[in-house]
């Protein structure tokens, strides 16, 4: 069984070596949005301990609440290997032990995630984990999330037990009922054709002793339409259905109430957290074994389904539900202080289309989720939705929280809902950032960094250190898919959504996104991909999702691009504004026409998964491109490569501010570089150093995305998919030099007929490097170099005359270029 004791807080020092890599000291903090920004389908409030409360999310790990209303990250520690800890399904704090902590973590159930789940195990109230595999996949992004507690697994894995504080696990074999609904048997993809299985776990304290195992259990299971909540009295070792159940719905949350001896259970047709057109609360009265239905409305008025559920331990009868599937004209909590014999909410209809609100509301903390008053306009869903988490502070009566699908919300004057009928709604997600970064950009002048995000579109950041004051709009988008600005006229942008909300998915800007405008030319129901701007901002070329390479010069309509293959990556020359680039496997293209046309030119080794590019911002033709198989630099538009010794692979790239005025750009990449980790460059690749350590892993490599800051040496941010922006800056020294091995450079002439290969060793100054050249000659007599290629800098040994028509011209020290006469 892996075991493997993680400090949260764990750095290394300024230099060193780590998995054999040179590291620098780096200090990472959140860039922040500060709303939270995506599904919070868990919030616990330990019962024992006063102030103690925990946070789970779908893709954004586990939090822990501080006093101040703020929030700390407990799972930053995930890396490549073990990315989907941050999928957490279930969490559980120990009301007997409040400093254990238990985690169920996995993304997914389906082949997305090949990987097993596993339980988290913390003794210093997360502080450290200690992992428990388990024998079958965890999903906490996939459907139901919000409705698997701890611990009943998905899939008809049935219910598990530990003895021996989660360190081992075994099923319980008394209790056989694995769920069985599964919300479309006919998706092939695997996303909604799994089983639900258990949806919820409830201890009945007040049934036993201290010291001893607690012998009442309720297990609500994932059935619709036949017996879904059982009960054990003896600790598990039988079971037996409540007797007079409903079996209309799914039990989505059973919570008791001690003091009154009941069991309060919220229903829903759909598993959630995006379906759900009805449901139903139920009361089960533990001592009379009788059930009450104390759905809070009735008839047209119940459209939705009901997620979370919350009583206050210190108000006899007073319980609280959320709609959770309540998409319009709000959504929807109900509060009752009489046990469910009648109920208040949130709004009411004044006479359609009017509404009447009984709350204040703040955003003081994340502006962009606003507007910063009671919004009465019907559809505006300023309440929230996907509401599967509510909870009551046991030592608070006047502190509540709940979960929505974008934040987390909630006050300290919840007893105001039954005098002055005017509770605080706030924002009150600070520090947890739980969005899926699709694409960061950094220019060279204005603000330091611009995002395209999933689900909330995507942010102009003019600080780094406060949440931005609105998100991209007009076209308004929920997701971003890419971004890029124009390397001669920086302010212009162009963005990509995803398919939402609009038919044209083509977004301009001309003053860094402060503001934007819907591109007229692009074609309707065309989304997603990658999108490169050219140097001047006039011409657009689009990689869409599913209708290949596509081109627009001036706004007009976009045309195909039949040269480029469709899952090539893009991107443009910084400098000269006819030059695109593309690479597709092994092949890396060239257009010196506004992107209308690409040529094969260079090869990418053995590649057959291209996932970036990156380019010089001042030197046409220098780019650098990540591949399955390694990353590859070339000097002359990719004629040539050269193949960066040590990395075996290498996901996103960027290139930042130089060491010194006038140097070669800082490179950043995330690569297998006898292992994986995200590293640094200030010599074009010859020497690395790591600057991620124990306590920043950054999740999936591959997901992620990287840009670094052209005016700050040494930052970089790095866009996760979940736990969204991190920036990080050199803290420490960077560890001297300590490339010893000789480079070897291999060069390749293919004609019709024959091949020739010429190796050269040159002083050990550099690491090794492999240069696959498709045009150079192995005649004494060196051809002239063409257009926009490298004809001179300090080492070079290739040719330093010019093709007619192109002039040699020094760049900088490291850099002569062959630009138009």
Known sequence: MYKLKLLAALAFGAVGLVDGQASQSYTWKNVKIGGGGGFVP??????????????????????????????????????????????????????????????????????????????????????????????????????????????????????????????????????????????????????????????????????????????????GVANKGSTSVY?????????????????????????????????????????????????????????????????????????????????????????????????????QIFRSIDGGASWTA?????????????????????????????????????????????????????????????TIYGSHDLLKWDTAGNVTIKSLADGIEETSVQALISP???????????????????????????????????????????????????????????????????????????????????????????????????RTSGHGVMVSQYQATFSAVSSLPSDAAITSDKKNNAVFYGASTSTFYLSTDIGKTFSAKGTLGSSTSVFDIAVHPNNTGDVWVSTDKGLFHSTNNGTSFTTISGISQAWGIALGAPKTVGGYPAIFVAANYSGVAYLRSDDQGVNWVKINDAAHGFGSASSNCITADARTYGRVYIGTNGRGIFYGDASGSAPSPTATATSTTTSTTTSATTSTHTTTTSAPTSTSSTTFSSSSSSSGTQTPASGYGQCGGQGWTGPTTCVSGYTCVVQNDFYSQCVPS
Not at 119 to 140: A, E, V
Not at 155 to 183: E, M, Q
Not at 304 to 316: E, S, T, W
Not at 478 to 497: E, K
């Open 42 to 219: 868990g919030i616990i409030f330990n019962p024992s301990q006063k102030g103690l409360a925990y946070a789970r999310t779908d893709i954004g790990g586990a939090y822990k609440l501080n006093s101040d209303d703020t929030w700390t990250p407990l799972l930053d520690f995930a890396d490549n290997a073990r990315w989907n800890y941050w999928g957490v399904d279930a969490l559980a704090t120990d009301p007997v032990q409040p400093n254990r902590l238990y985690l169920a973590t996995g993304m997914y159930t389906n082949s997305w995630d090949p990987n097993n789940g596993q339980i988290l195990i913390s003794s210093d109230s997360g502080s450290t984990f200690t992992p428990s595999s388990l024998p079958f996949k965890i999903g906490g992004n996939m459907p139901g999330r919000g409705i698997v507690l701890f611990f009943g697994a998905r899939s008809g894995n049935g219910l598990w037990k530990s003895t021996d504080y989660g360190k081992t696990w075994a099923k319980v074999t008394g209790f056989t009922d694995t769920g069985s609904f599964i919300p479309d048997s006919s998706d092939t993809s695997g996303y909604n054709s799994d089983k639900i299985g258990i949806a919820w776990v409830t201890f009945d304290k007040a049934s036993g002793s201290s010291g001893s195992a607690t012998p009442r259990i309720f297990v």
């Open 231 to 331: 009960v054990s009295t003896n600790g598990g070792s039988s079971w037996s259905a409540v007797a007079g159940q409903p079996t209309d719905f799914l039990p989505h949350k059973g919570v008791l109430s001690p003091a009154e001896r009941s069991l309060y259970i919220s229903y829903s047709d759909g598993a959630g957290p995006y379906d759900g057109t009805g449901g139903a609360i139920y009361k089960y009265n533990i001592d009379t074994g009788a059930w009450t239905n104390i759905t809070p409305v009735s008839g047209g008025d119940l459209y939705f389904g009901f997620g979370g559920v919350a009583v206050d331990l210190q108000k006899n009868g007073t319980v609280m539900v959320a709609a959770l599937n309540s998409w319009w004209p709000d959504g």
């Open 346 to 406: 949130l709004w009411a209809w004044n006479g359609y289309p009017n509404l009447i609100k009984s709350y204040s509301y703040d955003d003081s903390l994340a502006p962009w989720i606003g507007p910063n008053y009671v919004d009465i306009t019907a559809g505006d869903l300023q309440i929230g939705w996907m509401m599967e988490s509510i909870a009551i502070d046991p030592f608070d009566s006047n502190h509540w929280l709940y979960g929505t699908g974008e």
């Open 444 to 542: 060279p002048s204005g603000p330091p960094l611009i995002s395209a995000i999933g689900d909330v579109a995507g942010f102009v950041h003019e600080s780094l250190t406060t949440a931005p004051k609105s998100h991209h709009t007009n076209p308004d988008w929920a997701t971003s898919a890419d971004i890029d600005f124009a390397g001669n006229n920086p302010s212009n942008l162009v963005r990509i959504g995803t398919g939402d909300n609009s038919t044209k998915q083509v977004a301009i800007s001309s003053d860094y996104g402060v503001t934007w405008n819907q591109h007229y030319g692009a074609p309707d129901n065309v989304n997603g991909g990658k999108v490169a701007i050219s140097a001047n901002a006039d011409t657009i070329l689009w």
